[in-house]
């Protein structure tokens, strides 16, 4: 179960006071230099002014401050026009503060009270043994390259949701000239550096049409400045799923500069790329994903099918075994670390599991997981933000109407609290030795 930002918004509206809504009875001028509702026309000429109107089927900004409002004919004239046309018989909302406020009163407090809101997590993002961060392209806090990477001036990367084979994206390359590649050294993650004197492999999944376009590419710089470069062979383009790797390859016992490419040959060629991972060392730390605050269990794949250079991790299949990870412990320091102090095999999943934050909703249609009863809780907490963060700047007799009902919400947020059927205890494995 779910609800949408725009449902919380109007029962908060609603429970303070503050909201009325109804359908547009004709349509409003042209350009949206007006709005027509005759059913809320029984209200003084006036009543409505500094009121904010929002008609949620127009594109943003959907709402606007009501300059005028004309009873008889229940004619509203915002200050500033709306972005087209309200045609007739379309819904309307009325609210006596900006509704885009109420929206960041119900997102700040779901960010706010985690634990207390909150949904399971199952992540099976991390690989055993992989020196690699964001390998599965997964996190993208920028929309142009995937975190943890950079890339040449000439490649344009984008998040892929439909043609990825593992996790919910993938990595999707287009090349603008020739000779670009994304890429992974030390200037992103320092600690690649610890490979040194190691034979390491470089594997990932690619798909393109094209021939002699898509293959890795592991360069070294030692401290005499000889640089080495590696390749691995070119994806055939068969515009199937193939696997690229180079294996064996040895890193320089004196090696200072360290970089692992996704090379793009060809111009205005696609290509798409996942699950990219360097394994050749014991590796005990690893990066958390995202949206893994809490982590109550850690598990192991220990099988897999394998195939033409693949590892246990690439197996699509469902009969796969986890076993659980007696000793382990979170690493709270600036970037949260995995921290397994027993060696794994190399090149299997490792799965998480625990509580992480509800969806933040940031459209009318979007939508939290927090539903009742949890909902009943959302809804006290987010009035008594509203209280606090527009008791300042609303007009005198609006806050100390806002000012009187603080001790119900107070109350009524404390009431459901002690309802423990909603936020059942966390038991946390941590395995910490």
Known sequence: MS????????????????YESGTSSSAGAAAGASAICNTIRNRKDDFYNGWFLKVPSLSAPNSQEVEDFEAASGTFFPETAF????????????????????????????????????????????ISGDWLRNGNFEE???STVPDSWSKTASLTCAKETSTKWYGANALKTTNTAATQWLSQSETELPELLDLRGKSVTFRVWCKTATASHARLVIQTTDDGGTTTTTYSGFHTGSDRREILYIESCNIPDDVRNIQFQLSCAVNAIVAYWDQARVTGKTKREYYLPSNTQIITEVFRQVSGDTEDNTDPCDDLGLDQTFYPVNAWEVVETGTRKLRIPGALSEGYKIRLKGLTLCTVPTTDTGTTEIDSPALDYLIPLTCLWLIKNLGGSTAATDRSYLTSRRAEFEAEALRQRQHRHLFPPIQVRTGKV
Do not use: C, K, M
């Not at 779901?110 to 991390?126: A, C, E, K, Y």
């Open 83 to 126: 972005s087209a046309q309200v045609d007739s018989g379309v819904a309307i909302e009325l609210y006596r503060y900006d509704p885009d406020l109420i929206d960041q009163a119900i997102q700040e407090t779901i960010r706010g009270n985690f634990p207390s809101f909150n949904q399971w997590f199952v992540n099976d993002h991390l």
């Open 3 to 18: 609800s949408t930002l725009q449902v919380i918004r109007q029962r908060v509206a609603r429970i303070l006071g503050i």
């Open 140 to 142: 993208w806090t920028a």
